[in-house]
Each structure stands twice: as structure tokens, then as C-alpha cells.
């Protein structure tokens, strides 16, 4: 009788995992585009309450996705070479303005260096670390250091709280926790953030450590093999300077008409043109005729669509109309749209539902910049 008490929730977690990262996803964007325009004080200051509230939502949905996805992959990680200037670089992007809406000081210091991991995977992770930290830090700062030996790179994420209790720590003192060793109290807040990211960790055979401290926070240790040197590897200084915003075309498909208005408001108002529909037929049409037939700089799919279409069948097209591989970054709530990478030989950035503002605008800030 318990099994199956425990199946039915886990079906109605599922089930809510799925349905409710679209709204809190629009939500999100609206709220941030409300933020870019309101001007005096008192109703900036409520807005941004309602960020930090409707952050917290995503945090909880992202947990149960974030559980959810690591428990149903069958495919092994792609451990890949990743430039973790890059990778710091986007964290930047993504974090410091919301530290800066609590107050808090957020520094990510700069590594030249470069590892072996997954190329979606440890950006997720290195989210999932920061976000964490940044979400149960009420004063204070939020710090990212990188300290690298022989073999090893060590990521520190430092913050100024919480601190956590003997309990919670204990969990982290081995390389996997088992199921039946979690305390519900242990999945509250802080400590449910890094037993995911030590999911993650378990999948790709890195190492997270915990620890804290009475007046000195809590510290998370992530570490990384490095990647073999080479002759032929290019210097991660040589970055090209991003484009400004503004100089940018984006297509944007999205049948959802909330999601499409609250997306595109916000692109509109970092700068962007935007461009789109509900389809990839509706979005080619809307660029030819309204953006005089012009290439896009970069394609926003949602992943699932009307009429059995799906992120990859709008990248086909795109990409055949303009006779071009243009670079796309995919939204979905659906976990395995990572795999559909690998089915189809296709490369493309990935944004998990709920997304708050700030990563969707570091991604593409980083796709633009990374384009050929």
C-alpha cells in the first residue's frame, strides 16, 4: 500500500513538474520586463519583492525537474573540453544582477584553464551551485574561486549563509547519497539545492564537498578533471567582443501567445528585434515579410509545438530556408530534449522551464557571441 502511495505522488509530482513550469516561465519574464520600465522607487521596490518570490517558485519547480530528469537519463554524459572562462563568464551574466536586487556582493574570479565534463551538464550544475547560494543568502556576498592542481580544477562557491546543521552536512560527507538516508528536513531549502547538484556530480564523476561555518557561511567545493593540454588549443583569451544587443535579429517561436508576449517584450527591451510565430512556417513568414527576408542572428524555439513539431524540425527548417546554421537556443520543460541532440546531430543551446530572465539573457548573450 505505501509503494503504491509513493508511485501515485510520484505521478502527481511528475505531473505538475510538467504543467506548471509555463506559467511561472512567463511569469518570470513579465515581472522582468516590468522591472526595465518602471521608474520611481516604492513601485520598483515591489516589483522586485515579486522577482524574489516568484524566484523561489522556480527554485522548487527546477528541483523536482532538475530530481525528475537525473533519475530518468539513460544516455551517458558527453564529456567534452569546456573553457571555464566561458562558463564563468555566463555565471556573471546570470548572477550578478540578482545578487545586487538582495544586496549582496557577488564576485566570480576569472580561470583561464580548461576541463572535462558535459557541455550541458556543468553549466547546469555551476547554475544549480550559484543559484543556490544566491537564492538563501540574505546578507552578505556570494563568491566563485577557481584553485586548480596537478589533475584537478576546485570550484569554490562561498556564501555568507545559511549554515547548516551537523545532519544536513553529513550527507555530504560521501561520494552518493543513498535515498533512504534523506531526512525530510534535510530536502528543505539549501541543502535539496545540493543534493541535486551531487546528482549531477554522481553522473559525471565529479566530486562536491560541504562545508560550514558559525560566522563564515558555507562553502561548496566542486571538482573537475582538467582536460590535457594541447599545441593545437586555442587561447579561451582570445574572446571576441560581443555585438551590441540592439544590432541583433532574434526568431522567436512559441505557441504559447502569454509565453510569446512576455518573451518578446523582454528581448524588445534589452534591444533585440524580434521576429516570430507559432510555428516555423508562421516565423520564416513573419521574417520575410517584416524583416525584409533577413537571416536571423538567432533562433528561440520552444520545444514542443502544435502538430507534432518539436525545436528540431524549426531548426531544420530555418536552417534550410536561409541556406544557414543559425544559432539556437531551445526552451523546454521536457527533460529528455537533451538527448534529441545526439539523435539528430544537432547542436543547440538548452533553457529548462521555469527560466528566470537573467539566464535567458546571459544565453543569449553567450550564443551570439559564440556564433561562427
Known amino acids: 500500500m505505501k509503494q503504491k502511495s509513493e508511485v501515485e505522488i510520484s505521478q502527481i ?74 562558463l564563468l563568464d555566463h555565471c556573471r551574466d546570470q548572477f550578478a544582477g540578482q545578487a545586487a536586487n538582495k544586496g549582496l556582493e557577488f564576485r566570480a574570479d576569472s580561470c583561464a584553464l580548461r576541463v572535462r565534463s558535459d557541455r550541458l551538464l556543468l553549466p547546469r550544475l555551476l547554475d544549480n551551485l550559484i543559484s543556490n547560494a544566491v537564492r538563501h543568502t540574505d546578507k552578505g556576498h556570494v563568491l566563485v574561486e577557481c584553485r586548480a592542481t596537478k589533475e584537478m580544477l576546485r570550484i569554490g562557491i562561498f556564501n555568507s549563509g545559511p549554515i547548516l546543521d551537523e545532519q544536513t552536512l553529513a550527507l555530504f560527507s560521501s ?21 541535486i547538484a551531487q546528482e549531477i556530480c554522481a553522473l559525471l564523476g565529479h566530486t562536491l564537498s560541504v562545508s560550514s561555518e558559525p560566522g563564515r557561511g558555507t562553502a561548496a567545493w566542486l571538482e ?24 541583433a535579429m532574434i526568431a522567436l517561436v512559441e505557441d504559447d501567445p502569454d509565453v510569446y508576449f512576455a518573451t518578446s517584450e523582454l528581448l524588445i527591451g534589452w534591444g533585440y528585434q524580434v521576429f516570430g510565430g507559432a510555428s516555423a512556417e508562421a516565423a520564416i513568414e513573419d521574417c520575410m515579410a517584416n524583416a525584409g527576408g533577413r537571416c536571423p542572428d538567432l533562433l528561440l524555439s520552444d520545444f514542443k509545438l502544435p502538430n507534432a513539431q518539436t525545436a528540431i524540425d524549426v531548426i531544420m527548417g530555418f536552417n534550410r530556408h536561409f541556406d544557414s546554421k543559425i544559432p539556437t537556443i531551445v526552451v523546454s520543460g521536457d527533460p529528455s530534449a537533451a538527448l534529441d541532440v545526439a539523435v539528430e546531430g544537432l547542436e543547440f543551446e538548452i533553457l529548462q522551464k521555469p527560466i528566470r530572465a537573467e539566464k535567458m539573457r546571459a544565453l543569449v548573450r553567450y550564443a551570439l557571441e559564440n556564433s561562427s
Not at 519547480?61 to 564529456?79: G, N
Not at 594541447?230 to 544587443?245: F, L
Open 13 to 86: 509530482l511528475a505531473a505538475a513538474a510538467h504543467d506548471m513550469p509555463q506559467p511561472i516561465y512567463s511569469l518570470n519574464l513579465l515581472l522582468a520586463a516590468l522591472a526595465g520600465r518602471v521608474e520611481d522607487t516604492d513601485s520598483a521596490a515591489l516589483v522586485n519583492s515579486a522577482q524574489i518570490s516568484a524566484d523561489g517558485v522556480s527554485g522548487a519547480i527546477e528541483a523536482i525537474l532538475s530530481i525528475s530528469a537525473m533519475r530518468a537519463a539513460e544516455a551517458e554524459p558527453d564529456m567534452v573540453k569546456l573553457d571555464i572562462a566561458v
Open 175 to 195: 561520494p552518493k547519497m543513498s535515498d533512504t538516508s534523506l531526512s525530510p528536513s534535510a530536502w528543505r531549502g539549501f541543502a535539496l539545492g545540493l543534493s
Open 224 to 247: 573537475v578533471g582538467l582536460a590535457a593540454r594541447s599545441a593545437t588549443t586555442e587561447s579561451s583569451a582570445e574572446v571576441a567582443a560581443p555585438a551590441p544587443e540592439s544590432e
